[in-house]
C-alpha cells in the first residue's frame, strides 16, 4: 500500500486484514504509519511492515518489492494511494510544481506497473480523483495525474492484465480533501463515509470494475453551479443532473411575484436615470450579500465579478436572487455573461423595460375592457356568451396563482378554476368584475 501513512491507506489496511490479508506492507516517503494502527492491525493477526520508499524511483520500488518477497510470500495485491495535494491555479503554476504533483501519482504508479510486470495481481488498485472526471479548479496537474491513473488502468486490462482506478469524491475523516469539506459540500460535494467508501471499493474489485467514479453529490446544488459558465456534455448523460438542472430552469421562470412587481412600480415611474439608479443598487445589493458583506460599497460597478472573489456558485446564488427580484429568466452563466454590476445593471434594465413595454398595450387593453363592461347593461349584449369567452381567456392564461389540479391528468394550459367562479351565473359573473375593479 503506498500512501500507507495517509488516512486512506489506514482505512484500506484495516479492510484487506479484515478480508485475510496475513502481511500488509504500508509505504510512504517518510517510512511512518498512524499511532495505533500498526498495533491495531497486528491485533488483528495481521504481520504488518512500514517502510520508507520513494516510490517515484523505479530502482527502489524494485528493490522494495524484491526485499518484502524475500522475506515472506509474494505480493498479491497492489494499492497505489500516494499522492501529493494541489491547490494552485493553472497561470501561477511552476513546471517544478507540475512535476512534483504529477512525480508521485504517475511515475509511482508507472513503476508499480513496470515492476510487476506481467505477473498475475489478485488486485491492482489506483486511487485516482473526480478532478481527472470533471476537472477542479487550481487543480491542473493533480486533474492530469489523475487521468493518467485511469488511462493506465485501461492499457493494463487492454494487456489483460487486472487493474482498477476509482475516481474518488473526498473522503471524511482524512484524505487530501481534509479542512476544505465545507466549501466542498457548499458545492454539492459530501464526504464520503469512510465505511460507505469501503463497502463501494470491495463491491468495485468483486465485479472487476476497471474505471469508476466514486462520489456523493448533491446534484441541485452542483449541477447548476458546474454549468455555470458553460453546458457539460458530461452532466447532460447523468438523469440526476439533468432532473436537477431542469428544475433550476423551472424555479427561475416562475414569472413576476410581489419583489418582481414592486420593482416594476418603482421603475415605472422613474426617469431612466433613475432606473439605472434602481437596477444598479439592486445588482450590488444582491452581490454584497452572497459574498458575506454588509454594505453594497464593498461592491465596485466596474469591478468584475471574477476580481471580487465569486465562483460558479456564487454567481448562481445571485442569478437566483435576481432572478426572484425582477421576475426575468436568466440564464446560470449570468454573471460570466455580464461581468460586472454595472454591465449587468445595464443588461437587467434593458430586459424589464422591453418586457414592461411589451405589457404595456395588454393592460391598456384591459383597462379598456373594464371601461365597456361597467357601461353594459343586461340588455345590450349575451351576457353569458361574454362570460364564457371570458373564463376561457382566463383558463388559457392561468398565472402565477392558478393551481394545476394534476399535472399527469392535465395539459399544461389546463388550471382548476374556483367551484364559485364555475358555477356562477352571467349576472353574478358581472357583478363580481365591477366589484373587483370598483366599476359602479
Not at 518477497?69 to 494511494?81: I, N, S
Not at 480523483?129 to 491542473?140: D, L, T, Y
Not at 441541485?220 to 447523468?238: I, N, V, Y
Not at 384591459?366 to 376561457?392: A, F
Request: charged share 25%; with cysteine.
Amino acid at each position: 500500500m503506498t500512501g500507507g501513512s495517509g488516512a486512506l491507506g489506514g482505512h484500506v489496511a484495516r479492510w484487506v486484514v479484515g478480508e485475510g490479508a496475513g502481511r500488509v506492507v504500508l509505504v510512504s516517503r517518510g517510512g511512518s504509519a498512524p499511532a495505533g494502527l500498526v498495533s491495531e492491525l497486528e491485533g488483528l493477526g495481521a504481520e504488518v511492515v512500514v517502510v520508507a520508499c520513494d516510490v517515484s524511483d523505479r530502482d527502489a520500488v524494485a528493490a522494495l518489492v524484491e526485499e518484502v518477497e524475500a522475506a515472506g510470500d509474494p505480493v498479491r495485491a497492489v494499492f497505489h494511494a500516494a499522492g501529493v495535494g494541489q491547490m494552485t491555479g493553472l497561470v501561477g503554476m511552476t513546471a517544478e510544481e507540475f512535476t512534483g504533483v504529477l512525480r508521485a501519482k504517475v511515475a509511482g504508479a508507472e513503476n508499480l506497473d513496470a515492476v510487476f510486470g506481467d505477473r498475475s495481481l489478485d488486485a491492482f488498485v489506483l486511487f485516482s480523483s473526480i478532478s481527472a472526471v470533471w476537472g477542479s479548479g487550481g487543480q491542473a496537474a493533480y486533474a492530469a495525474a489523475n487521468a493518467h491513473l485511469d488511462a493506465l488502468a485501461e492499457r493494463r486490462r487492454a494487456r489483460g492484465l487486472t487493474a482498477t482506478s476509482i475516481a474518488w469524491g473526498p473522503w471524511a475523516e482524512g484524505g487530501m480533501a481534509q479542512g476544505t469539506t465545507e466549501d466542498l459540500h457548499r458545492h454539492g460535494l459530501v464526504a464520503l463515509a469512510p465505511v460507505q467508501a469501503i463497502t463501494t471499493l470491495h463491491r468495485a474489485l468483486a465485479e472487476d470494475e476497471t474505471t469508476l467514479t466514486v462520489a456523493d453529490v448533491d446534484w441541485e446544488r452542483f449541477a447548476p453551479a458546474f454549468t455555470a459558465r458553460r453546458p457539460s456534455p458530461l452532466l447532460g448523460e447523468l438523469s440526476d443532473a439533468r432532473k436537477a438542472l431542469t428544475q433550476d430552469r423551472e424555479e427561475v421562470d416562475t414569472g413576476p411575484g410581489d419583489a418582481a412587481i414592486q420593482l416594476r412600480e418603482r421603475l415605472s415611474s422613474a426617469t431612466e436615470p433613475e432606473q439605472n439608479r434602481i437596477v444598479l443598487e439592486l445588482v450590488r445589493g444582491e452581490a454584497a450579500r452572497v459574498l458575506g458583506h454588509e454594505s453594497s460599497d464593498a461592491v465596485k460597478p466596474r469591478r468584475g465579478f471574477v476580481e471580487l472573489g465569486f465562483d460558479s456558485l456564487m454567481a448562481v446564488e445571485v442569478r437566483n436572487r435576481l432572478a426572484s427580484h425582477t421576475g426575468l429568466r436568466l440564464p446560470t452563466t449570468l454573471l460570466f455573461d455580464f461581468t460586472s454590476s454595472a454591465e449587468l445593471a445595464q443588461h437587467l434594465r434593458s430586459e424589464l423595460a422591453q418586457e414592461m413595454s411589451a405589457a404595456a398595450p395588454v393592460a391598456s387593453a384591459i383597462t379598456e375592457l373594464e371601461r365597456m363592461l361597467s357601461g353594459l347593461s343586461t340588455t345590450d349584449v349575451d351576457r353569458e356568451d361574454i362570460t364564457e369567452r371570458l373564463q376561457g381567456l382566463l383558463t388559457a392564461w392561468g398565472g402565477p396563482q392558478a393551481r394545476i389540479t394534476s399535472s399527469e391528468t392535465l395539459s399544461p394550459t389546463t388550471v382548476e378554476v374556483d367551484p364559485a367562479l364555475d358555477a356562477a351565473t352571467s349576472d353574478e359573473m358581472f357583478d363580481l368584475i365591477q366589484r373587483e375593479f370598483g366599476k359602479s
